[in-house]
């Protein structure tokens, strides 16, 4: 079990590049699999998860190398259509390794898909789309069968989701990319996440014809062969967006580099309205922090572009330290404030009832026990035990979360199950050292 320590108070400042984002890698990952040829995709950060799916497809018959932040996949024969048992649970993203495998295969076998336990997270608009198109898919206990072969039509095929599933958008559109020439398939109410539409432009590259991408409408005219290509993937919102939040946590001057502030607005607009600096350039972002206003936020996580429920956790911190009451509606997935807790023992002050979070602001977060806590406080008190808190991270953006909470609490906090932070960031305890953060890993 992985932990971080940190011992808070410092503010952050300096320069941080951010690398690929993961959410575009692992769909992206899995269109491979329809490729014949090789693919280079660069600016790969070396995740927990992305390793996870690197694995998934070297068992399917691909040969992965990678060198520093690059990846070759070479694919030309895939050995078989069933996805490791091991493997596929850990990662939600193995769900899109359907699409592509019924694309190229015809067939496909796989465990139902894991990831961090942040909700129910069904797959029956993944089951329902495919449906659709033709797909006979059986689910018998923990494992989904499906087979599928396309037959050539004369009028596009239309299809409408209930909800803008980001992972069932990426999924039917790996099943449908590759085909036979000439079907059409008009699919309504997708999702506009930019992973969605950096996963069409990376199957563009490689031959495929997918147009709307980015709008609530996308039309995949299929193709017979998809080729090889070089591709760099969108820089992750997700984390740059946790880094802005920990720096106007902490306050501070920082650049982040090899951003795209246009997928940040939404955040932006709310830091800019706590009183932060915050220039751009086409790539970067800046953002001085120097004294916050009072705010009342009420924050409804939504489907892109509205607030984004992976930075839900990471704002809340914020919130708690800003004057005035707010409120946070978690719209998308059920089990995300179980960091809440684990912030109650640093002094927030939050209840939560159902999906809404009531945040009462506090002054600030502290990691040592106050005195009445501290047994032996009522004699001598014993800097060893009474100073420090330990806290628990549940999943990924819970426990960044927990970790921009300890930056700027007084006192020393350690995290466990650190390991889950590492799902999606390379490193972060070294990119908040370069930032002047007093952050180590322990093993
Ligand atoms: C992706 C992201 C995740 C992000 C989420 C929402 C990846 C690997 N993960 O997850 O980080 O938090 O988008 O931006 O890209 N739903 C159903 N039935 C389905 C599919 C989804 O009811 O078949 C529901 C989910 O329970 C959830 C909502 O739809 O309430 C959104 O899920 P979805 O957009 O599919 O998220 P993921 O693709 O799982």
Redo the contacts with the bound molecule.
Sequence with gaps: MSQIQIIGGNRLSGHLRMSGA??SL??IMTACLMVRGTVYLHDVPKLT?LNQMLHILADLGCTVNQRGATVKIDVDELYTHIIDRQAAPK???S??VMGALLARLGKVELPFPG??A???????????LLRQIGVKCHCHGDTITAAYQPKPHRKPTVLCLD????????NIIQATALGIAGNTYIIHGV?K?P?VVDLCHFLNQCGAQIHGAGTDTITVHSVTQLHGTTYTPIPDR?NTGSYLIAVAATGGDVTLTNTVPVHQINLLNKLKMLGAKITTTKDTIHIIMNRRHAAHFNVHTA??PGF???LQSQFCVLTTLIKGHSIITE????NRFRYVPELIKLGAKITVTGNQAQITSVPALSATPTPNLCPSSYHIPDPQSCTGTTITAHDL?GGVALVIAALTASGTTTIEHADYIYRGHEDIVKDLRQLGANIVALV
């Design positions: 993961k959410n692992l769909p998860d990662i939600r993203g769900i899109f990831g961090c942040i909700g129910s997270r069904p797959i029956d608009l993944h089951l329902t909800f803008p599933s980001v992972g069932a958008t990426e999702a996440e992973e997700i489907p892109y984004p429920t992976d719209n998308l997935f059920e953006r």
